[in-house]
């Protein structure tokens, strides 16, 4: 704590502009560092000038942003996001700065997901709505970036209710993506887009474009997400009956992802090695992998991670 504190200090003295914060505060975002930008962005509120409101609820959009990536990884930190995104929704229905208030409505949006998803709190209709709000706005001001955005994240919305073939709405994030140079949101689309060459069995379809996705994160530096393209392009080897190169991919995702303290990365990480054990015939590893997913996952209340660690635990059992 005293090694985040002295960097954060280093930082403010370095450059006390709102405007350096946010930038520094986004790259320790990319390198999954959220606990560092949430101190930096927390001095900054500090000492800012409250008048200024769209300085000011910047700063708390981006806290916001942290939070709800934590929510989404670690399975905690919803209610931290939700409380930044709302006390800058205030100061925003002064300034009525539209870019800055899609992005709000995207984090929004992406907690109250990451809580149904996570947690199975709540619906997908809440975040739908704040998507498309995202989306109108975007379009108004022409911000093409948001808009890929929100499109990509309506597609998901789409997707886990059954509303909508999300296919559509991935393309259409692609294609916006690709054309402006959007790299970040391109490896969202290419890689929600190899899932559903997935579950349709082209996994060679599938694999290269997990490939795609993923060296287009490893080319810009996103290492919070690092983990789940490695998870994604191993479990399309285990489908390929290449089980033993895919646990390559799952030790890089376990290790990173502890690295980085996601702890529900971690545990999805454990599952997918207790899986490529199973499927190797290795049932003593494939146990300890699946007993140590279940652990964890009960640490931090994820039930689908215990759930599905329970559910192999005890088909080894009875073979």
């Not at 907690?111 to 809440?126: H, L």
Request: aromatic fraction near 10%; charged fraction near 30%.
């Amino acid at each position: 704590m005293m090694l985040v504190w002295a960097i954060v200090g280093l930082l403010i003295t370095s450059d006390k502009s709102a405007q350096n914060v946010l930038q520094k505060a986004e790259a320790h975002f990319y390198e999954g560092r959220l606990d560092i930008s949430v101190k930096l962005l927390d001095s900054c509120l500090l000492k800012i000038d409250r008048t200024d409101k769209l300085t000011h609820a910047r700063l708390l959009i981006k806290r916001g942003k942290m939070y709800a990536f934590q929510s989404f990884t670690s399975n905690v930190g919803y209610e931290e996001a939700l409380a930044s995104l709302f006390e800058a929704r205030e100061l925003l229905d002064s300034t009525r700065d539209f870019r800055d208030e899609a992005e709000m409505h995207i984090w929004i949006g992406f907690t109250y997901y990451a809580m149904r998803f996570n947690r199975g709190e709540g619906d997908y209709d809440r975040p739908a709505d704040y998507f498309q709000k995202a989306l109108v706005l975007s379009r108004q001001i022409g911000d093409a970036r948001s808009e890929a955005e929100a499109i990509f994240y309506s597609g998901i919305i789409h997707e886990r209710r059954q509303s909508a073939d999300p296919m559509p709405f991935y393309r259409q994030a692609e294609t916006l993506a690709r054309k402006h140079g959007f790299k970040l949101e391109l490896s969202y689309a290419t890689r929600h887009i190899a899932f559903l060459m997935q579950k349709e069995k082209k996994l060679d379809e599938a694999l290269a474009l997990f490939n795609e996705s993923l060296k287009l994160r490893e080319e810009i530096g996103f290492k919070i997400y690092l983990p789940f393209s490695y998870m994604s392009v191993g479990d399309v080897l285990v489908e390929m009956n290449r089980a033993q190169e895919a646990l390559d991919y799952f030790d890089k995702a376990h290790r990173l992802a502890d690295q980085l303290g996601s702890k529900r990365v971690v545990a999805l990480s454990l599952l997918s090695l207790g899986d490529a054990h199973k499927t190797l015939k290795d049932r003593t590893r494939a146990r300890q992998y699946f007993t140590e997913a279940k652990e964890l996952s009960k640490a931090i209340q994820y039930k689908t991670g215990v759930d599905y660690a329970e559910k192999n635990l005890k088909e080894l059992d009875t073979k």
